[in-house]
């Protein structure tokens, strides 16, 4: 899809979530999101997405946004998709999502708002089973963006794919 994808991480709670956020925001980065945004302040994290997005590169932002999540979604100007296993099968609504101009994708983390339901445009879910926020967003970001994974990025370093071993280069200047 051309248009921009947000993933909004509800609920983060910087001691008991922190691994979780920022696995959620590798993800979104690695699978083609634009942008993660936090209603929480977390230094830590931020300095650590930020890291790598300075070493492996790419437009990737994270953004602290500390209104209400309410307020968050009104004013969102595209398509609000929430993540849920109570919601309708993903890959039916893939096509729909595609042909939104801009894509603001919600996670929780342990219990999202009940009001979350009725404001999201879509509830989706990634088979009706309780997972989790990360493996429900890279399956959902991989249906969108298909080209993100083998994309190339331009930062200060590069991985060589490699049959063994690791192999990391300087990226291109
Ligand atoms: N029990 C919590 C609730 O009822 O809101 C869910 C906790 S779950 C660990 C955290 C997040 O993972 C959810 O808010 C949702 O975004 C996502 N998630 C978990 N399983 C999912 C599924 N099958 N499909 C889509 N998203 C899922």
Redesign the pocket.
């Known amino acids: 899809m051309s248009g921009r994808i947000t993933v909004l991480r509800?609920?983060h709670r910087p001691l008991r979530d922190k691994r979780i956020t920022t696995h959620v925001c590798l993800v979104a980065r690695a699978f083609g999101a634009d942008e993660v945004v936090l209603t929480e302040r977390d230094d830590a994290l931020e300095r650590n997405i930020r890291g790598v997005v300075k070493r492996f590169g790419g437009d990737f932002a994270l953004r602290i946004d500390p209104r209400s999540h309410k307020r968050i979604l009104a004013d969102f100007p595209g398509m609000v998709a929430?993540?849920?296993?109570?919601?309708e099968p993903?890959a039916a609504a893939v096509p729909r999502l595609r042909d939104a101009r801009d894509l603001l994708v919600?996670?929780?983390?342990?219990?999202?708002p009940g009001d979350l339901y009725d404001l999201a445009d879509v509830n989706?879910?990634?088979?009706?089973?309780?997972?989790?926020?990360?493996?429900?967003?890279a399956v959902?970001l991989h249906a969108l963006r298909p080209e993100a994974l083998s994309k190339p990025v331009q930062g200060e370093l590069r991985i060589e794919p490699a049959a063994r071993g690791k192999v990391v280069k300087p990226g291109a200047p």
Not at 125 to 136: L, R, T, W
């Open positions: 509800l609920g929430h993540l849920t296993m109570y919601g993903y919600v996670v929780g983390a342990e219990k999202v989706l879910a990634v088979g009706n089973q309780p997972h989790s926020e990360v493996a429900a967003l959902l």
